[in-house]
């Protein structure tokens, strides 16, 4: 069975340049988790859907950051304007239930280096 | 609040050395604790986990007990193996967890050393 996609693996871009992460996460899964990893600030939530509605955003840094999940298959974490403190590495993860001690599934990651 | 609290790390072993990452939790009720691993560039996987006090997780070699008593879920294992360097992430889940959010610690790196 195929995990959770994301792409791209690896993103360079300048400064100001708009940044679209994506996400495909694994078939029957109705949670949905974009993550953020930095050395300095460690594995941060960012925002979670449930059956495709953002639940809980209050962990996005600002207004720059705009996260959609359009159908249960796809979502996107897009960046715009982007800025150098936005590298780290974006995970997006899914589950069934987190919360009936369900397991989340992470995807491989996408690095991001902002330039 | 719901937290978890796990030692600082790095920490270094030689190989077939024995392993303990130490995590305590501050949780209302009965949460459920997961250990989770990230191997170098790739993202979290579950480790192991366990639901309810007293019970003991296990995989790969790698145990740990939900104690209720001390709030605490210790990672152990007898004998570490080089390919066990990694970062490791101690997490809850709360009891009736509305808003499905999984709470992590700030994670532990391992180096074994061969």
Redesign the interface.
């Known amino acids: 069975d195929a995990g959770?996609i994301q792409s791209p693996r690896h993103e360079v871009t300048e400064m100001g340049q708009e940044v679209t992460l994506r996400c495909k996460p694994i078939s029957g899964h109705n949670?949905l988790f974009w993550y953020r990893q930095t050395m300095m600030r460690?594995?941060e939530?960012l925002i979670?859907f449930?059956n495709n509605v953002p639940?809980?955003d209050s962990g996005m840094p600002e207004d720059r950051f705009s996260a959609k999940m359009p159908n249960a298959s796809f979502s996107t974490l897009k960046i715009q304007p982007s800025e150098p403190r936005d590298s780290a590495v974006y995970?997006c993860?899914s589950?069934i239930?987190?919360?009936q001690?369900g397991?989340?599934?992470?995807?491989?990651?996408s690095r991001l280096t902002v330039l | 609040g719901n937290s978890v609290t796990q030692m600082e790390g790095p920490v270094t072993l030689s190989e077939e050395a024995f392993l303990t990452i130490n995590c305590t939790y501050t949780a209302t009720g009965y949460p459920?604790l997961f250990w989770?691993v990230q191997y170098p560039?790739?993202?979290?996987?579950?480790l192991l986990?366990a639901?309810k006090a007293d019970d003991k997780g296990s995989n790969k070699g790698f145990e740990a007990t939900y104690r209720k008593e001390t709030t605490s879920f210790h990672l152990e294992k007898g004998s570490v193996q080089v390919s066990d360097s990694a970062v490791y992430?101690c997490a809850l889940?709360p009891l009736?967890?509305?808003?499905?959010?999984?709470i992590?610690g700030?994670?532990t790196r391992l180096h074994i050393l061969p």
Do not use: C, H, M
Request: hydrophobic residues 35%; proline residues 0%; without cysteine.
């Open positions: 959770v949670s460690g594995l939530l979670y449930n639940i809980d995970f993860a589950s239930r987190v919360g001690a397991e989340l599934f992470f995807g491989e990651g | 459920s989770y560039g790739e993202g979290l996987q579950l986990k639901t992430f889940t009736g967890n509305r808003d499905d959010k999984i992590f700030k994670g």
